[in-house]
Nanobody, 122 residues
Framework: QVQLVESGGGLVQAGDSLTLSCAASGSFFSIDAMDWYRQAPGKRRELVASSTSGGDINYADSVKGRFTISRDNAKNTVYLQMNSLKPEDTAVYYC????????????????WGQGTQVTVSS
């Protein structure tokens, strides 16, 4: 079983910055993907930023140049640095990780964090 603990959300003003973190613990062989999603009220959950164990990183167009995803593999933690926040960034942010349970890479499972609220006032 894998547990994810998110932190770092809050209420900020437009233009401010926040950093979210998501720490994974439990029993697994390795972490493959570590991603951030968000879901605004009345909207579908969307991918904000993704990172692979190989170092590939991608961002949604709406956050490019403002958000930075990073990971500390030694701590099994992924971060989302959010700068120049806008009211439209208001959402619940979720981390999602994919882990491999053994060295073959055939047994992969995905897990979601509990979500953390980010509210940006204008």
């Amino acid at each position: 079983q894998v547990q994810l603990v998110e932190s770092g959300g809050g209420l900020v003003q437009a233009g401010d910055s926040l950093t979210l973190s998501c720490a994974a613990s439990g029993s697994f062989f390795s972490i493959d993907a570590m991603d951030w999603y968000r879901q605004a009220p009345g909207k579908r959950r969307e991918l904000v930023a993704s990172s692979t164990s190989g170092g590939d990183i991608n961002y949604a167009d709406s956050v490019k140049g403002r958000f930075t995803i990073s990971r500390d593999n030694a701590k099994n933690t992924v971060y989302l640095q959010m700068n120049s926040l806008k009211p439209e960034d208001t959402a619940v942010y979720y981390c999602n990780i994919v882990v491999s349970m053994d060295s073959t890479g055939w047994k992969k499972y995905g897990y979601w964090g509990q979500g953390t609220q980010v509210t940006v006032s204008s």
